[in-house]
């Protein structure tokens, strides 16, 4: 498995849970210093990144782009999957195509969390689901063609009620016709929803793409009370070799909050290791 640590360029995120912020070359050089493998990124735009220096900066410094996120769609401009209004529907699937072609530029995925929405009186789950799905589809296989998969987030129930839990996750994918959208799961979210979050690794198995390593109060691993053995030995039984993104408030600080995670991965899959044996 390999490390990675959030940087957000978004200022309406400001408060939310990504360790850098802002400067994204100061913030990759920051990242290589400390051993990080990736980087996952949250921009405003697709027009954001200034692809040749970003492509500059992560050959400097031997770093990959593991991930772009897609949330400023909802945070800047309130897009979502499963909005009532066809238009805005619309909108949300353009906006995030363009992020896929974006990341495709690094061979990385885009991530689907907070712009699936949720169901509404105006529109009811089945009906949500069915806009989710045919959205999935199209966008799963645009990023086919990109060469990329697509993830998608299970969130908790105070943030959708479209899917809770990998289990659920793993419905919706089976129900696509793509089979190019693979789940990205968020420990902190999992701590909420899952009964048992290594179990929920182990059915999951495959449809397992991406990983949001952080603990359970969304500080950087081992600063609350998240059961990390367990949980990254379910990882290693299932044969993951994804991202371990650090997703993680910036608390006490962003180089805290990243020094704590990369230590905490490099303990956790050593361990797991050694309890394979
Ligand atoms: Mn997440």
């Known amino acids: 498995m390999k490390s990675c640590v959030t940087i957000s360029l978004v200022a309406e995120a400001r408060g939310g849970p990504f360790v850098f912020w802002d400067d994204l070359i100061a913030s990759i050089r920051q990242a290589e210093e400390m051993g990080f493998d990736a980087i996952e990124i949250f921009p405003p735009s697709p027009d954001a990144i200034d692809h040749q220096q970003l492509r500059g900066a992560l050959a400097a410094s031997n770093l990959q782009l593991a991930a772009l996120g897609t949330g400023a769609g909802w945070v800047r401009h309130q897009l979502t999957l499963t909005s009532a209004d066809n238009a805005v529907r619309e ?101 909420i929803e899952e009964c048992d979050i290594a179990a929920a690794f182990r059915q999951a198995g495959r449809h397992v793409g991406h990983v949001h390593f952080v603990d359970s109060n969304r500080r950087a691993a081992g600063l609350g009370h998240m059961t990390y053995g367990p949980i990254v030995r379910s990882l290693v039984d299932i044969g993951y070799q994804g991202y371990l993104s650090a997703e993680a408030l910036p608390l006490p600080s962003s180089n805290e909050a990243a020094l704590q995670t990369i230590r905490a991965i490099h303990y956790w899959t050593a361990a797991a290791r050694v309890a394979g044996n």
């Open 91 to 191: 909108q949300a699937i353009a906006f995030i195509r363009s992020i896929i072609n974006a990341a495709a530029e690094f061979g990385a995925p885009a991530i689907i969390g907070s712009m699936q929405g949720r169901a509404t009186p105006e529109v009811p789950a089945p009906q949500a689901r069915d806009y989710l799905r045919a959205a999935l589809d199209v966008l799963g296989q645009a990023a086919s063609e990109r060469g990329v998969p697509l993830l998608y987030e299970p969130l908790n129930r105070y943030e959708t009620n479209l899917c809770n839990t990998l289990a659920d996750g793993v419905v919706l994918l089976e129900s696509l016709q793509t089979d190019n959208v693979r789940l990205l799961a968020d420990l902190f979210h999992m701590n």
